[in-house]
């Protein structure tokens, strides 16, 4: 790795640690809280790409579970992984790089499949689904069933209790899609 890409890793889950310092919110019934770590794995691979933003979340969820107090609420440690947000830290990971192999690199192919200006909005709603798909869909395929799992809930009473999230998980993937496509317009990464 070039020393670019270090940097960029650690400032990256610098990035997601700083978002897991606002307070969670939690929610009724439901033993998971809302939180802007999706937020963060959407930026991660929407802009450092599949790779870099994979490794972003392994550092970020390997700081976690050697003990440093970096997910929301100061938790830490192997422990984590027993509570029912387990799946969903781990679901990250794999989250950031599905989300980062879906983007591409839609600046270079919108530049060179339309006129001068033209794409932008195509890059939006690329940019969009693939958070949804990597940010969403795949982190809550992995915490779902393990939410349910420690929670010793049925699978089908899970996914009902996780659709509170979904609002708030579109929002945050119109958001992340919208800040990649202007960082990577200027050419900042």
Sequence with gaps: MKTKDIVLVALFAALIVVLGLIPPIPMPGVPVPVTLQTFGVMLAGLILGPVRGGLVLLLYVSLALIGIPVLPGGRAGLAVLAGPTGGFLLGLIPGAMLTGWLAGRPRAYMQAHSPQGAGTGLQILRCWLASVLGGVVL?????????????????????????????????????????AQRIRRLNLV
Excluded: E, N, T
């Design 139 to 179: 982190v809550y395929a992995i915490g779902i069933p393990w939410m349910a799992s420690v929670a010793g809930m049925d699978l089908p009473r899970a996914l009902w209790v996780m659709l509170v999230f979904v609002p708030g998980d579109i929002a945050k993937a119109v958001v992340a899609a919208v800040v």
